[in-house]
């Protein structure tokens, strides 16, 4: 086999497209939107690179428009996920062997396809199935993904070139970086197609094989990932893509022995809940499993007296109400200085109520529908309490209509009490609380932010005073992963700000850096002695 040392492409951040009146990505994103919506696909499962269809199916709906049936899938039982993961487990030894300049070119070539043919049909699927406007799955399904699947083999080509900076003469010292034993389960969320697609490849990048399973809300999507992934070259059984049901796809898969570990992202609730089922499980596997998981926030934006209102108030609406605040990172908690507060509050009731409301179709809606009829459900009863609750203030929003699309509008709430409900639980919606704090209670205040939620995912500070911006960023750092100064808390750049939190936000292995694709691989070290000893006897031994 030819050898050589390999230089990767310098990856660069894929250039955001604006789909501004009378552009042409504006113009081929109807022209997706409409193709979509025109015929109803049947979705397949992907085991062992072949389709599998089964009688049972599920349906996909547009989140706006729940009567259009956009799609069905087809979904599995335990049979299924055995099925599966024997396909990964008959692929392994191929994939792990297969050079890695070679799986890196696979992953390129999709990140190629991805900005190209590809492009608007992944957007407009994204649009379709999760409700996401033209912006959002612009930076979302074509740009983060991109981004992923570039930096990271740029970092698995960081990766390999370590070695230990040592060798004694005589000797040869090195490492290797091994796949794990086993196949690794990837549980992705329905909120970002750039996440869903990232979890499994990223850990097959490293050369391991993949079980993958999809939130029935991002099945759409899915399913063309998939046909990218393939068209891009990834061999039969590396990555297999199942519909079935959780708890079902967990029993199979958390008893077999050849479990190496999980890529998560999703509630905290189910995290820990699989922390623990692998912990009781634990003597049934070859190896100790790797966890990797990104769970919930409670993210919060902290104003302090010296911040400019108009960076302060652009940064609350859009931090708590891009993609109806349906981001793990999106502001729901806020606290801001009394002495600002009138000028604030009047400029966001003045962009909320520039807000228009609907379908991702028309371009002019900023905000559109939450993902399904539960979430829906959810957020009208957290919003129904606080119109009964004292010390309570609806200062914007507070309806809500399910009869065409879950919509629910952009809601703000004023409290009395920093540990209101909506200030502590994860709502996952277009819900933002707001505290008012005294300027003088500024130190105060950092406590209460630091210990209000479980959370750690997202925080941001808008100041001009740099003394209280050292202090909030001392004060506030274990309470978020990614931290922001005068900027919203949400919007994390791939090779900029890698992702992740801890607490009970997660593991904090970074999305989108060097540090998450170490969790895949199992290193080796190699010592090579070219004069080996031919004497036990060390020198100590001999007689004065």
Known sequence: ?????????????????????????????????????????????????????????????????HQHILASFSIGDKNHIADAIDAALAAKHDWENLAWEHRAAIFLKAADLIAGKYRYKLNAATMLGQSKNAYQAEIDAACELIDF???????????????????????????????????????????????????????????????????????????????????????????????ADGPETGEVVFNHPDFAGIHFTGSTKVFQEIWKTIGTNIHKYKSYPRIVGETGGKDFILVHPSAQADIASTAIVRGAFEYQGQKCSAASRVYIAESLWPEIKKQMLRDLATFKMGGTEDFTNFINAVIDERSFDKLAKYIDQAKKDKGVEIIAGGNYDKRKGYFVEPTVLVVDDPKYTTMCEELFGPVLTVYVYAD?????????????????????????????????????????????????????????????????????????????????????????????????????????
């Open 1 to 65: 086999m030819l050898k050589g040392f390999f230089n990767v492409p310098t990856p660069v951040n894929e250039t955001i497209l604006n789909y501004a009146p009378g552009s042409k990505e504006r113009a081929l994103l109807k022209e997706a939107l409409a193709e979509a919506r025109s015929h109803k696909q049947d979705l397949p499962m992907y085991i062992g690179g072949k389709q599998v269809h089964t009688a049972k199916k599920g349906k996909v709906v547009a989140p706006h428009d």
């Open 149 to 243: 699947l570039r930096f990271n083999v740029s970092y698995m080509a960081d990766i390999y070139k370590q070695q230990p900076p040592v060798s004694p003469r005589g000797t040869w010292n090195r490492l290797e970086q091994r796949p794990l034993e086993g196949f690794v389960f990837a549980l992705t969320p329905f909120n970002f197609t750039a996440i869903a697609a990232n979890l499994p490849a990223s850990v097959a990048m490293m050369g391991n094989v993949v079980v993958w399973k999809p939130a029935d809300t991002q099945v759409y999507a899915a399913n063309l990932l998939m046909e990218i992934f393939i068209e891009a070259g990834l061999p039969a059984g590396v990555i297999n893509l199942v519909y």
């Open 440 to 544: 003088k209670d500024f130190d105060s205040i950092l406590e209460i932010i630091d210990t209000t939620s479980p959370y750690a995912l997202t925080g941001a500070i808008i100041a001009q005073d740099r003394y209280a911006i050292e202090k909030a960023s001392h004060a506030l750092r274990n309470s978020a992963g990614n931290f922001y100064i005068n900027d919203k808390c949400t919007g994390a750049v791939v090779g900029q700000q890698p992702f992740g939190g801890a607490r009970g936000s997660g593991t904090n292995d970074k999305a989108g850096s060097m540090i998450n694709l170490l969790r895949w691989v199992s290193p080796r070290t190699i010592k090579e002695v070219f004069e080996s000893p031919t004497d036990y006897r060390y020198a100590f031994l001999g007689e004065d």
